[in-house]
């Protein structure tokens, strides 16, 4: 048996005491290192995150630049301005057209400021300057020429024959020359076999002519387009039956309903607008053509085509401006021109 | 005793070793894999923000177009957009030239140093069309040149 003196044992403990604090300390190294590289490693990795999140950021940046992107700073409330304001002024024209014999001049001269300040007003809330004033020679002159029937007597779209008293049917209304605001109440009518026509003839180009055909027959009212002697599109009718039917020609409705064949009506400029079997159509019209009209007598003339000086268009001098948007330009307003 | 204490200390060794190579190749691994996914997020970033900002481009010159649409020509049209200077980090560039077609343009905006780039058409109608422009990408004004009739594309 092995005698263990305080000696043996000593050995081996002062050797364990001896190697363990240098077991400790290698194995701090050893602990040490291994921080240093999970650290090292650590660091790559977040610096990698970060990279990621900033690319996937940008990104997401700019998508979200690409959704809120307004039509201000591209633009488009230029565009809605101006055709506000056009649609204004289209407005008083009518106006001063409808409730002025003959000063109608003055009348849209006056009105204009006051319309203008109210655009201007509306659009300076935003941030946006807008601005129209009338140039020099802004005005075009035009003839209304228009049928109101109001004895009820003698409410043909013919012509009466001075001598023999008898109803011309076909006629040429204006020659050479472009309208607007074309209406037409059309309160009596033939069959599809003699419908009432208006006829848009070019005068001078090669333009094939249009024609509304515009009849009360077994289903209604209809109304058929032609061009060239081809019908466009279908038929137009109402949606209910009535005495009478509105015929609109620039907002392209019939019976106040929208009509796809009139919208495609596009006879150029100039034309001649005709008549064709108004002996046997009644109803009422109006429209304003471009050009002093002679021919017929002045208004009132109750039963009878009858013509009236009126304002045909107008110039206006349009002008934009916002942070990102310049704009100046000559509005030509002419509303409902064909 | 002796050889057990010796193997220990040998496994030590090795187990710090392995600690080693096996962190070593994780970390080479995620610095490599997370590498290439910056680098295609990064790409993937630089194509949409180059697609964006041709799109806006596009959209201002119609814009451009329809405020031109008038019975006279505009007597001044400036339109001024502030587009990035660089997408995803890199500087680009935007051309405008005609359509192979020949009808209408084409607008591509390419970054300088990666080569990655987007295009889109543009036709126009009210005017004779879009004049052909290379510029640096940034501050950019859409322009009616009533001497040539058309929309112009410069760098402001």
Known sequence: MVARGPAGRGRPRDSRRQSRPQGTRGQFRLQGSRGQLLLA????????????TFVLNASVHTNTLAESETGAVRGGDAVTAREAARGDVGALLGTVNREHDSDYVQAFRDGLPALARGIRDHRAK???????????????????????????????????????????????????????????????????????VIGFDPATSSRDAWELHVYNGSRGWTLEVFNGGSRVGGPCRPPEARDSVELNIAPATFGSDYCHALSQLNPGSPYNVTFGNGNESKGRFWMVAKDDITGFPSCPSPGNICQDDALYGVDVAFEYRSSTVDYETTLVVTPGEI | MTRASSDRAVSSAVTYSLIVVITLTLTTGLVVGTDALVGNQRDRAATEQLDVVGQRLVATIETADRLSATEND??????????????????????VADAPSGSGSVVTLETVDSEISASMRVDVHSVGGVGETEIAGGRTVVRYDDTADELVIEHA
Do not use: C, W
Request: hydrophobic content about 35%; charged content about 15%.
């Open chain 2, 74 to 95: 505009p007597d001044s049209l400036v339109i001024t957009r502030e587009f990035p200077r660089r997408v995803a980090g890199s500087q680009y560039h935007i051309s």
């Open chain 1, 126 to 196: 935003r941030g946006r300057l807008v601005n129209a004033t009338l140039p020099s020679s802004p005005f075009t002159n035009g003839t209304l020429v228009k049928q109101t029937a109001e004895n009820g007597s003698s409410d043909y779209f013919a012509k009466r024959n001075t001598s023999t008293g008898s109803l011309i049917g076909n006629r040429t209304i204006m020659e050479g020359t472009r309208v607007r605001n074309a209406t037409f109440v059309i309160t009596n009518s033939s069959g599809s076999d003699s419908p009432f």
């Open chain 1, 41 to 52: 490693g650590a660091f790559v990795l977040a610096v990698g995150l970060i990279s990621l």
